[in-house]
């Protein structure tokens, strides 16, 4: 059974420049989140999308930063015009089922992106 | 905000010994939790869960304790092996989607 896979791994950018994350979940799961982490810091939530929908962007800056998750298709964070304070590394999980108490997520191996 | 915090940022022991990380939360309506390891490079990867009608929990080598009461959380690996070296986080999940982590306890293993 494949994981959560993510890519590219690693993303150099200049600033200006658009960067585009993609995430594929696990086999039958249909639930995303996304998550960044700073250097030295613990993970914090960004956005939580199921397909074609997302359903919680609170963690999301106002600017620059969207998501999706198509029909078909990865999910894709997009961060437009990125800056050096974009420099993280962005997780993305998926669980089988929705936002309630007990569902486990599972991570995926992160992509690192490098503003220079 | 949600708050989740560890006792110690940085744990060093002997391979062989147990090892006990710590972890505190804020929010009492939080009623499942999970321990995550972290190695260098890599992303979390899940070891135990526990959901807050249950205080014990144990898998392989490891077992996770909750008290509600004092709102704290530990994660107890038994027999320590250079290969659990990594950053533990917690994580909690009161209402909602998000689950709340931690800034991470880094274990060393010392051979």
């Known amino acids: 059974n494949a994981g959560v896979m993510q890519n590219p791994r690693h993303l150099v950018r200049r600033r200006g420049q658009e960067a585009r994350l993609r995430c594929s979940p696990m086999k039958g799961h249909s639930h995303v989140y996304w998550y960044r982490q700073l250097p030295e810091e613990g993970l914090k939530f960004m956005v939580y999308l199921q397909k074609e929908n997302i359903i919680d962007e609170s963690g999301m800056p106002k600017e620059r930063f969207s998501a999706e998750f198509p029909k078909e298709g990865p999910s894709i964070l997009r961060i437009q015009q990125v800056v050096r304070g974009d420099s993280a590394a962005y997780f993305c999980a998926s669980s089988q089922h929705g936002g309630y108490s007990g569902n486990t997520i599972y991570f995926g191996e992160g992509s690192w992106l490098t503003v220079v | 905000g949600e708050s989740v915090g560890l006792h110690l940022p940085t744990l060093s022991v002997q391979e062989g010994d147990n090892s006990i990380i710590n972890c505190a939360y804020s929010?009492?309506?939080?009623?499942?939790f999970i321990w995550y390891k972290q190695e260098s490079g890599k992303g979390p990867q899940f070891i135990i869960d526990i959901r807050s009608n249950m205080d014990k929990r144990q898998g392989q080598r490891v077992t996770v304790l909750l008290n509600k009461t004092v709102k704290h959380l530990s994660l107890q690996i038994a027999a320590t092996q250079p290969g659990d070296s990594a950053v533990y986080f917690c994580a909690e999940k009161p209402t909602g989607n998000q689950f709340y982590f931690g800034t991470g306890t880094s274990l060393t293993v010392i051979p």
């Open positions: 929010n009492s309506a939080s009623d499942y």
